[in-house]
């Protein structure tokens, strides 16, 4: 079976200070994957996408950046955080047989900028 | 530019009866999910909705979709407590695409 992981859980960083995310699937090949990003109480804004290595689309103009090294690896960084980064960062996958997959969430960061 | 809203916003209801969440959308599409979030957890996948007409079940909640009014619903049946979590909908961009976009959410408490 398929599952995802992100790491750290948590993350407390001061302003300026650089970011990476890290979010790796296991299970499946050639998945496209996602960053999403869920303000306090709010819905969920799709940041990233990507459907292979080096394959990445953003949606968002904003300080943050995507990478895919690795087929099942995705990573969310930046060089200088703002307070408005803070968040709950979510990854997520989804099948590449078709667009019509579910995409699966994984745990989530909670980034927390001061 | 799609926009998804869902409505009630937040939604609290006795046990044992019965209520339903709306979910609009502004332009044609041809996929709706709905998922569910726990407090400070991720989300987990409900129903994913293809085409019009569409009905979905599973346990208390049922899901249908009906793309000619751009709207989906999602019934609960005699809540429980167990269901209180917030229930978010998400429509497909545009037609070929595995972009979503979502809905606001519905926070749903359910009492004794």
């Known amino acids: 079976s398929q599952t995802i992981h992100q790491w750290p859980a948590t993350l407390v960083q001061p302003v300026g200070s650089p970011l990476s995310l890290e979010c790796t699937v296991e299970?499946?090949?050639?998945?496209?994957l996602y960053w999403y990003r869920q303000a306090a109480g709010r819905g969920l804004q799709l940041l990233f996408y990507?459907?292979?290595?080096?394959?990445i689309s953003s949606e968002v103009p904003q300080n943050l950046s995507a990478s895919r090294p690795q087929d099942r690896q995705f990573i969310l960084s930046s060089k200088k955080l703002l307070l408005s980064d803070s968040g709950f960062y979510l990854c997520?996958?989804?099948?590449?047989?078709?667009?019509?997959?579910?995409?699966?969430f994984g745990p989530g960061t909670r980034l927390t900028v001061l | 530019e799609l926009k998804v809203e869902q409505n009630p916003l937040f939604l609290s209801m006795q046990e044992g009866k019965n209520y339903t969440i709306y979910c609009n959308y502004s332009?044609?599409?041809?996929?709706l999910y709905w998922y569910r979030q726990d407090p400070g957890k991720s989300l987990e996948s409900l129903f994913v909705?293809?085409?019009?007409?569409a009905v979905k079940q599973e346990g208390r909640l049922m899901a249908s979709l009906d793309t000619k009014a751009r709207l989906s619903t999602l019934h609960i049946t005699a809540a429980v407590h167990d269901l209180s979590a917030t229930y978010f909908c998400?429509?497909?961009?545009?037609?070929?695409?595995?972009?979503?976009?979502f809905g606001t959410g519905t926070r749903l408490q359910v009492f004794p």
């Open positions: 299970g499946t090949s050639n998945p496209n």
């Open positions: 909705l293809l085409s019009n007409g």
């Open positions: 990507s459907v292979g290595i080096g394959q």
């Open positions: 332009t044609t599409s041809d996929r």
């Open positions: 998400a429509v497909a961009q545009s037609y070929n695409t595995d972009k979503l976009i």
């Open positions: 997520a996958w989804s099948g590449p047989s078709g667009y019509t997959d579910t995409q699966y």
